[in-house]
């Protein structure tokens, strides 16, 4: 079975500039997850999808960060402009269903330098 | 709100030693713990959890034990390797909280041959 993936692995970017990230989760996976994972700290929850519809965004800084997921499958969230402090790894997970003890899978992320 | 907190790293031991992880969370209710393991330049992998009190998960000989009392989640191995240099994160969800992973600031693992 093919895990989560993501795209690029690596982004170096000018502050100001906008940049996407990419993730195809696990097919058949109603849910999808968008992480920012800040050196040294655990993964940051930015946004939830079920299917394509948002379960929750409370943590996305939505005056520059987007997110969607279209059709339910793939996913893209994008920073427009970026800020030093958005350098970090945003981590793409995906489960079958939404609940307590539903395992999250991850992919290996996108490490995004913002100079 | 709930929180998860676990021992600061790194973590440095030789071959063969006996490891622990302290973990330890505030939740209301009864939450889910699970473990998860970071190798260099991988994502995020399930490494075990525990659904309820007092059960035991285990996987590649880590275990740990849910402790409602001690509200704790330790993760033990009887002997390490290199293999298992890492980082480790201690995450809980709760109904409370709508489900979701809130996690500690991770572990790192550092085995010396």
């Known amino acids: 079975e093919a895990g989560v993936a993501q795209s690029p692995r690596y982004k170096i970017i000018e502050k100001r500039q906008s940049v996407a990230f990419w993730c195809n989760p696990i097919s058949g996976h109603a849910t999808l997850y968008w992480y920012q994972q800040i050196l040294g700290q655990g993964p940051k929850l930015l946004i939830q999808?079920?299917?394509?519809?948002?379960?929750?965004d409370s943590q996305l800084p939505k005056d520059r960060f987007s997110a969607e997921r279209l059709k339910g499958v793939d996913s893209t969230l994008k920073i427009q402009p970026a800020k030093l402090e958005d350098s970090a790894v945003y981590l793409c997970a995906s489960s079958l269903v939404t609940v307590g003890t539903d395992t999250q899978y991850f992919g290996p992320g996108t490490r995004l330098t913002v100079l | 709100g709930d929180s998860v907190t676990q021992m600061e790293g790194p973590v440095t031991l030789s071959e063969e030693a006996f490891l622990t992880i302290n973990c330890t969370y505030t939740?209301?209710?009864?939450?889910?713990l699970f473990w998860y393991v970071q190798y260099p330049g991988e994502g995020l992998q399930l490494l075990l959890k525990?659904?309820?009190a007092d059960d035991k998960g285990s996987n590649k000989g880590f275990e740990a034990t849910y402790r409602k009392e001690t509200t704790s989640f330790h993760l033990e191995k009887g002997s390490v390797q290199v293999s298992d240099s890492a980082v480790y994160f201690c995450?809980?969800?709760?109904?409370?909280?709508?489900?979701?992973?809130?996690w500690g600031a991770g572990t790192k693992l550092i085995i010396k041959p």
């Open positions: 939740a209301t209710g009864y939450p889910s």
């Open positions: 995450a809980l969800t709760n109904m409370d909280s709508n489900y979701q992973l809130i």
């Open positions: 525990a659904t309820k």
């Open positions: 999808f079920q299917n394509n519809g948002v379960v929750d």
